[in-house]
T-cell receptor, first 112, second 115 residues
């Protein structure tokens, strides 16, 4: 299973943009890049996913490097509610299991 | 309406007991999962069912037995509970399709404490 590398923790100020990096140098051509987050005492929550092109949704943007070996989750204006553990996960598009392999993720702290 | 609901939310039990955790999803998804989050917060998949058929079994002790009576339900039964089984168990569902893996929805978790 392809692996991802993320910083253990990051800090941000409220209402400022946050860029959460993820390295996935062994990504294969069929791997989708998924991001989930886990708020305190809750289950993981889907944030966004992409394959090759940058993606935007109401929660965040996903910027994918041209060689696909890294990606960045962008929260445009962090709020206190965005404090969570963010997981970058590769999901094999040639498999229909939907199996998610979680790493240690990045713990994001948002300061008022 | 809660998309993925699991019961109970908290479960405290003695070593050696048998217990079950129930999960239901109202999203019409074909695939359901059980994940375990240990005390160090690592999340790991345990089982997955697709249309009531077991498709993932991640070397989990056979004291753990998932049961899927229909595609909207996936229950987890644990026999002879041990201290090391203490964890938060998450149920999830998705409409996983080859070449178009979609988002998974997770329940709120069941915190199991074995004493």
């Amino acid at each position: 299973d392809a692996k991802t590398t993320q910083p253990n923790s990051m800090e941000s100020n409220e209402e400022e943009p946050v860029h959460l990096p993820c390295n996935h140098s062994t990504i294969s051509g069929t791997d989708y890049i998924h991001w989930y987050r886990q708020l305190p005492s809750q289950g993981p929550e889907y944030v966004i996913h992409g394959l090759t092109s940058n993606v935007n949704n109401r929660m965040a943007s996903l910027a994918i490097a041209e060689d696909r070996k890294s990606s960045t989750l962008i929260l445009h204006r962090a709020t206190l509610r965005d404090a969570a553990v963010y997981y970058c996960i590769l999901l094999d598009g040639s498999s229909n299991t939907g199996k998610l392999i979680f790493g240690q993720g990045t713990t994001l702290q948002v300061k008022p | 309406d809660t998309a993925v609901s699991q019961t109970p939310k908290y479960l405290v039990t003695q070593m050696g007991n048998d217990k079950s955790i129930k999960c239901e999803q109202n999203l019409g998804h074909d695939t359901m999962y059980w994940y375990k989050q240990d005390s160090k917060k690592f999340l790991k998949i345990m089982f997955s069912y697709n249309n009531k058929e077991l498709i993932i079994n991640e070397t989990v002790p056979n004291r753990f037995s998932p049961k899927s009576p229909d595609k909207a339900h996936l229950n987890l039964h644990i026999n002879s509970l041990e201290l090391g089984d203490s964890a938060v168990y998450f149920c999830a569902s998705s409409q996983a399709k080859t070449g178009r893996n979609t988002e998974a929805f997770f329940g709120q978790g069941t915190r199991l404490t074995v004493v």
